[in-house]
């Protein structure tokens, strides 16, 4: 649990000394631009959760397929009658 902790820690502390070094280098180099990124962030990081949670939506959806179909193709197996030569073979 400690290393779990540390590595999300170090995780935490490496992304934030990397987005603030990133922002003194933009603003040294073109503080316009580095300004107009700041104000479009929010709106990226927002997009970004949206696209999130619509995409985990579809992921139980998809879990719950893959199980059907898992199921389908036993009930052919033994459908055909085919079921002892494939678990022989396992």
Do not use: R
């Not at 820690?9 to 990133?22: C, E, F, P, W, Y």
């Amino acid at each position: 649990m400690k290393s779990l902790v540390g590595d999300t820690l170090a995780l935490i502390v490496q992304n934030i000394s990397t987005i603030t070094a990133g922002l003194v280098i933009s603003f040294t180099a073109n503080w316009i631009l580095a300004l107009i990124i700041v104000a479009v962030s929010p709106l990226i990081f927002i997009q970004g959760v949206l696209q999130m949670k619509f995409l985990k939506g579809f992921s139980g959806d998809a879990k719950v397929s893959l199980t059907c179909n898992f199921v389908n193709s036993i009930n052919e197996i033994m459908h055909y009658g085919h079921h002892e030569n494939i678990l022989s073979a396992v």
